[in-house]
């Protein structure tokens, strides 16, 4: 079993709406969750992260985070072409390193 | 301008010949990490230092080293122990030794000719 789960895709939606991306984690010590959007070519980009149970949100993102479920996902609202990319999950393990899931590749079709 | 700087951007690097891999960053970050990405995988750890004089080992070690003799460098050596070291090298840091968020630099893309 991986230690981080993403479904690769691809995940088309059309433009103006919700893109959602899921991912699930086997340790259930984990306490930071990451989520990073990679343009191709380019290296991963911060868009969001989330420690505790429940929605946090940032402008047309939001992370949602089930610690029970051992799962994180995140919302895109009002998606743009300028959206589609790469979104790794990232999870924080023994304090001291993340694991990445392989990444959902996201298309906005304008 | 703050951040994290990898050189070069494209390497080539014919078989049986170590190549160093270029890790600076500026932003005064205790840890530095090095992660290695193949098509249709994910980040995966190479090495990890959370403070100067001090790394460890992540799940791909073999094949690679590094060092860590200054707080703002960690540069990675691909040896020819390497089997198949074709493949994107990102470099990242962090504030602290905990999990706090990696920001990453913008990668060497390396090739073996």
């Known amino acids: 079993q991986k230690e981080v789960e993403q479904n690769s895709g691809p995940l088309s939606v059309p433009e103006g709406a919700i893109a959602s991306l899921n991912c699930t984690y086997s340790?259930?010590?984990?306490?930071?969750f990451f989520w990073y959007r990679q343009y191709s070519g380019k290296s991963p980009e911060l868009i969001m992260s989330i420690y505790s149970n429940g929605d946090k949100e940032d402008g047309r993102f939001t992370a949602q985070l089930n610690k029970a479920s051992q799962y994180v996902s995140l919302l895109i609202r009002d998606s743009q072409p300028s959206d589609s990319a790469t979104y790794l999950c990232a999870v924080e393990h023994d304090g001291n390193q993340f694991y990445f899931g392989t990444g959902t590749s996201l298309t906005v079709i304008p | 301008d703050g951040g994290i700087t990898q050189s070069p951007k494209y390497l080539f690097r014919k078989e049986g010949q170590n190549v160093t891999l270029s890790c600076e960053q500026n932003l005064n970050h205790d840890a530095m990490y090095w992660y290695r990405q193949d098509p249709g995988q994910g980040l995966r750890l190479i090495y990890y230092s959370q403070i100067v004089n001090d790394f460890q080992k992540g799940d791909i070690a073999e094949g690679y080293s590094v060092s860590r003799e200054k707080k703002e460098s960690f540069p990675l050596t691909v040896t020819s122990a390497q089997k198949n070291p074709t493949a994107f090298y990102l470099c990242?840091?962090?504030?602290?030794?905990?999990?706090?968020?990696?920001?990453f630099g913008p990668g060497t893309r390396l090739t073996v000719l």
């Open positions: 340790d259930r010590g984990s306490q930071s």
């Open positions: 990242a840091s962090s504030i602290g030794w905990t999990t706090d968020t990696q920001y």
